[in-house]
């Protein structure tokens, strides 16, 4: 069966510091893989998608970037937080090909002070 | 963009009682899917629809995609204190290069009164 890690659970950064969340899926292979950040009221926002290695669709301007350096695994960045960049982040995957429903994470929340 | 209109926005019902939640959009959709989140971890999936008129069941939980495909609905009976959580409506119209995203609704928050 297929599974998604996420980690941290949580965390806690000062402003202008950097960031890394990473996320890897198992038991599948060339998933399609997501980066969502879910704000206090409740809306889930598409920030980045990828079909493959290497591949990374942005869906928001933000400072926030993506990349996919192996087949399952997704990494979102940053070089200097903002106040704004806090939520909950959520990784998601689903099978690269045919109609297939998303798969999430139990993601991360991000506090930025 | 595409739009969803999922209400109620929250419910507050007591145990027993069954629930009702919709989804509604200006535009047609291919798939539609309903997940639910608790607190602290993320949305898992419900039921997936693919064909328009489709009824589903997943236990007490069954969701139908309308027949115009744009809306679909989610019903929950004899609700039990554990479906405390918010519910969301996704949808996708499998259009060429948007096949891969989906489009939430906002969510509905349920409680249930023990």
């Known amino acids: 069966s297929q599974t998604i890690h996420q980690w941290p659970a949580t965390l806690v950064q000062p402003v202008g510091s950097p960031l890394s969340l990473e996320c890897t899926v198992e038991?599948?292979?060339?998933?399609?893989l997501y980066w969502y950040r879910q704000a206090a009221g409740r809306g889930l926002q598409l920030l980045f998608y990828s079909v493959g290695i290497g591949q990374i669709s942005s869906e928001v301007p933000q400072n926030l970037s993506a990349s996919r350096p192996q087949d399952r695994q997704f990494i979102l960045s940053s070089k200097k937080l903002l106040l704004s960049d806090s939520g909950f982040y959520l990784c998601?995957?689903?099978?690269?090909?045919?109609?297939?429903?998303?798969?999430f994470g139990d993601g991360t929340r991000l506090s930025i002070l | 963009g595409q739009q969803l209109n999922q209400s109620p926005q929250s419910m507050f019902i007591q145990e027993g009682e069954d629930v009702s939640m919709n989804c509604t959009s200006s535009s047609i959709f291919n798939t539609w899917l309903w997940y639910k989140q608790e607190p602290g971890e993320g949305p898992v999936l419900l039921i997936a629809?693919?064909?328009?008129?489709e009824l589903t069941s997943n236990g007490r939980l069954t969701a139908q995609f309308g027949i115009t495909r744009k809306d679909s609905f989610l019903n929950i009976s004899a609700s039990i204190p554990s479906d405390v959580g918010i519910y969301f409506c996704?949808?996708?119209?499998?259009?060429?290069?948007?096949?891969?995203?989906?489009?939430f609704g906002k969510g509905t928050l349920l409680t249930v009164n023990p």
């Open positions: 629809l693919y064909k328009a008129g």
């Open positions: 038991g599948t292979s060339n998933p399609n």
């Open positions: 996704a949808g996708r119209t499998n259009s060429g290069g948007s096949n891969y995203k989906l489009t």
């Open positions: 998601a995957w689903s099978r690269g090909v045919g109609n297939q429903p998303q798969h």
